[in-house]
């Protein structure tokens, strides 16, 4: 079988923005873009391993995304940074590195932008979770903005030319990096208009966690058409449609789940490290099973040689 062709990463943001701007420094710009139906939607790639390995070999596939999870695999600091850089330096700045974060830790919001990514957020659950979280994540006291600027980040005359030279370097950041939520419960979603009324203007998109959200609610597995679970997502379509906010999520299964999943998402993870290493294994397992039954080589072996000695 020939090795699959990489595909070419999207252009992630207005046709007259030239790369590695595009990618790299308009992750706010593409979401919009997507949701728009300027470009079509984020394709995402969710690493829920902790294996720079493996980025090295996705980001030359043409994801438009990786998106790294801090939350749920373990990393230090330094690894999730080299992870980020890997995902730009390899894809030679075609594919955004997104970080998943861990919480709402003041410090880490700041790791995780220093990295050149943009950040997930999950857990939100209320109107002061999401102005901390905005706040940690953006620089200058004007828009309550409490980031620190790392002077080993920004490098004068070498790394600190924001895309758009009427602004300055901290306003061309505050532009650049994207901020997704998560709401994993039934009553933030109940509160997500009070939410995006507070901090809009600074959320970028909105995804629902729904396996956090239906273990809240007692539901078992990923996805369920229960009635109180379709009110919930009936009621975090209505709140994203009144602020026209894009929707982030996953879209991945067969070609009719994808395009079902993907309505509407501006941000789509269709397919992740697990899904795929586990899916590989067991078709492949299964395959090999029915191929390769049992076979008495042994006695296969004395009646050969049975037959050579006469």
């Not at 390899?90 to 943009?118: F, K, P, Q």
């Not at 995804?207 to 009635?227: H, I, Y």
């Not at 975090?236 to 993907?262: C, F």
Request: net charge negative; with cysteine; proline share 6%.
């Amino acid at each position: 079988m020939a090795p699959p062709t990489p595909q070419q990463p999207q252009q992630t943001c207005a046709p007259t923005v030239p790369r590695p701007f595009c990618s790299l420094d308009r992750a706010r710009d593409a979401l919009r873009d997507a949701h728009e139906r300027k470009i079509p939607p984020l394709q995402v790639y969710f690493l829920m391993l902790s294996a720079p390995s493996i980025i090295k070999v996705i980001a030359q596939v043409g994801y438009d995304v990786i998106l790294i999870d801090q939350e749920h695999s373990p990393m230090d600091i330094g690894e999730m940074t080299r992870m980020a850089h890997d995902i730009q330096l390899v894809s030679e700045g075609r594919t955004m590195a997104w970080i998943r974060i861990c919480g709402h830790d003041h410090a880490n919001i700041g790791y995780a932008l220093d990295t050149g990514a943009s950040i997930m957020v999950p857990q939100v659950e209320t109107v002061e979770d999401a102005k901390h979280i905005v706040s940690a994540a953006k620089f200058g006291k004007k828009i309550n903005g409490t980031r620190s600027a790392p002077p080993g980040r920004w490098l004068p005359g070498i790394s600190d030319v924001g895309t758009n030279s009427e602004l300055t370097l901290w306003e061309n950041l505050n532009n650049q990096a994207a901020i997704i939520i998560q709401v994993e419960s039934k009553e933030v979603v109940d509160d997500l208009d009070a939410v995006l009324t507070e901090r809009e203007e600074h959320i970028d998109a909105v995804g629902l966690g729904s396996l956090d959200c239906r273990v809240s609610m007692g539901l078992p597995g990923f996805w369920g058409e229960e009635p109180e679970f379709m009110e919930v997502i009936q009621t975090m379509n209505k709140t994203l449609r009144k602020h026209d906010m894009p929707y982030a999520g996953a879209a991945m299964g067969t070609p009719e789940q994808v395009k079902a999943m993907g309505a509407g998402k501006a941000f789509t993870a269709v397919q992740g490290d697990v899904f795929s290493l586990l899916a590989s294994a067991v078709e492949n397992l299964t395959m090999a099973r029915e191929v390769m039954p049992a076979v008495n080589t042994s006695a296969a072996n004395k009646k050969a040689n049975e037959l050579d000695a006469k």
